[in-house]
């Protein structure tokens, strides 16, 4: 069996006929966590059968190198489900849309619009830090109370993502955005979680409680999207560009006045809907859902908090308000964000990859159309890459002097790697780090007197979720006593 020929057979796990391996497999909601277990008897990679479909499951990160750097463009395909059809209208945005020619054309005129709009702009910085301030304010009102920051999080996120968008923000209490978290989380319960609707498309035609669920929250959605690009087109004027929308219409006008689109190159008004759709989503759901984590593990470990906003007394003060330029004064909190995105990632199965041809991974053969499941979890809690891979440590991330951020295995992924690489790490980490530094510089997050710590069990989905909590955000003396 020569290294990369493709000779090996890849264990796989029992299979009926008709259900494949689900019996292996039901029973546990928590799919990565199954999937990382089943590795005592199979090996780190190994194959098993979901109804019709044949899936390899990748458990450790040479192999997910393999697939999504070495090997990244046969492996660049989605497969094709109920649900996440329904969310990208046949695979019209970016995530869901199997890779083809219009597709790499879509993904570059995003990333040029995110470039344009977002990174590195100054305007975003102002916005991000509106928001940190808005949401201080908030905290400071509900001073002392056991408070669920949880929609207080998302509305600050929402409005980044909202400005960056479509130049518009939401105040507490708009029915809109009640309407938004609404939607948002009955899409996030439903959609692209292996559930057996996409297993077993056959069975939507019997009524299913999830399905409906999410249709009825993609009508909202719809509707929403369509209001906004509606307004966008009836006012775009070539000149000024306002935010992400404009610009993906002007790039698309300016393509088109370059050259006629090829046949079959053309981005349809569903493709920039869907596109955009994409970006909110992703938008609000990840960096929200790394701010929970974020705020439950400072519960869990006062001292790491302590130690943040020593670093942040030290290098920064309390006379001024952070800013991006600061982030290399504070790899204390740029560790404990990446420590974060470890021991808790996003997207703990990543979002599917399909073969395009036969290939391998390996000694493996791999044939052509295979789902190819990156076990992010396992590849974050490998114990030959980690030490004692289960502790929250941000002080893994930095160097002996504690002055430089570095990740100590070659085991870290959060965001993807390749081909289909996450469009959103460089705005997702600006966020992050604002966030967190202007809440921490005022406030020290304590579990309520009377609670016990939440727990620190995720809820498998397309992204893994927090469980709700409560926080007290109490202002700080040195700040108190400072203003
Ligand atoms: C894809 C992680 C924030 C937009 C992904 C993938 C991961 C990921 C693991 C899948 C890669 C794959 O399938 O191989 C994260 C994390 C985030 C974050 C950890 C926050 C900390 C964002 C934000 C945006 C975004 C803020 C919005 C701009 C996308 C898009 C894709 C993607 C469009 C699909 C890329 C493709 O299929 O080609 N992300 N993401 N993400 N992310 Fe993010
Ligand atoms: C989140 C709920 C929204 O209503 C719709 C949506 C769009 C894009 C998805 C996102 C959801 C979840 C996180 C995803 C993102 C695309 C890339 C990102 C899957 C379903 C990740 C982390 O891979």
């Known amino acids: 069996t020569g290294m990369g020929t493709g000779t090996g057979r890849l264990r796989s796990l029992p299979a009926l006929p008709l259900v494949g391996s689900l019996l292996q497999l039901a029973g546990h909601p928590q799919l990565h966590l199954r999937l990382w277990s089943l590795q005592g008897r199979y090996g780190s990679l ?3 059968w979901m109804g019709s479909h044949y899936v390899v499951v990748v458990n450790s990160y040479q192999h997910a190198r393999e697939v999504l750097l070495k090997k990244g463009k046969a492996f660049a395909g989605r497969p094709r489900t109920v649900t996440t059809d329904l969310l990208s209208r046949g695979g019209k945005d970016i995530a869901f849309a199997s890779y ?5 054309f879509q993904r570059k005129l995003v990333h040029a619009a995110l470039s344009m709009f977002g990174e590195g702009s100054v305007a975003l910085e102002k916005i991000i830090c509106q928001e940190a301030a808005s949401l201080c304010e908030t905290l400071s009102a509900a001073q002392d109370a056991a408070l669920d920051m949880a929609p207080e999080l998302t509305r600050a996120v929402t409005n980044v993502v909202c400005s960056l968008c479509f130049n518009s923000s939401y105040r507490r209490g708009d029915p809109e955005f009640e309407a938004m978290l609404e939607y948002s989380q009955g899409i996030v319960d439903t959609v692209a979680k292996e559930s057996l609707v996409d297993i077993f498309p056959w069975l939507q035609i019997f009524p299913n409680k999830d399905l409906a669920l999410l249709k009825k929250c993609l009508k909202v959605r719809d509707e929403l999207l369509q209001q906004k690009f509606t307004e966008h087109k009836e006012t775009f004027c070539g000149d000024t560009v306002r935010d992400l929308m ?16 090829a046949a079959g190159l053309e981005l349809t008004d569903d493709h920039l809907l869907m596109t955009v759709g994409d970006i909110f989503g992703a938008g609000v759901e990840t960096t929200t859902t790394v701010l929970k984590w974020t705020v439950l593990y400072l519960l869990h470990y006062p001292e790491v908090q302590r130690k943040i906003q020593e670093e942040m007394d030290q290098k920064i003060g309390l006379a001024r308000h952070p800013h991006l330029s600061d982030r290399p004064l504070l790899p204390y909190l ?3 964000i990446s420590e974060v995105l ?5 997207s703990p199965l990543l979002i599917p990859h399909v073969s395009l041809t036969d290939t391998s991974i390996g000694e493996y053969a791999i044939p052509k159309g295979a789902r190819v499941i990156i076990n992010l979890w396992s590849v974050h809690h490998d114990e030959k890459e980690w030490d004692k891979p289960e502790e929250f440590n941000p002080g893994r991330f930095l160097d002996e002097k504690g002055q430089h951020i570095h990740s100590p295995s070659p085991s870290y992924l959060p965001f993807g790697a390749g081909i289909r690489v996450c469009l959103g790490e460089v705005l997702a980490k600006m966020e992050l780090f604002l966030f967190l530094a202007w809440v921490l510089q005022r406030f020290t997050l304590e579990c ?5 710590l939440p727990s620190l069990e995720g809820k498998f989905g397309v992204v893994l979720q927090v469980q ?3 926080v007290k955000a109490r202002l700080r003396e040195a700040w108190r006593a400072a203003s």
Request: glycine share 2%; aromatic share 8%; charged share 25%.
């Open 246 to 261: 404009d610009a993906l219409l002007q790039v698309r006008l300016s393509a088109e006045n370059n050259s006629p689109p």
């Open 342 to 346: 470890r021991i808790r990632p996003v």
């Open 334 to 336: 740029e560790a404990t």
């Open 448 to 452: 309520p007197p009377d609670q016990p």
């Open 100 to 104: 083809s020619p219009l597709w790499k």
């Open 468 to 470: 709700k909590f409560r």
């Open 46 to 48: 190994y194959g098993l």
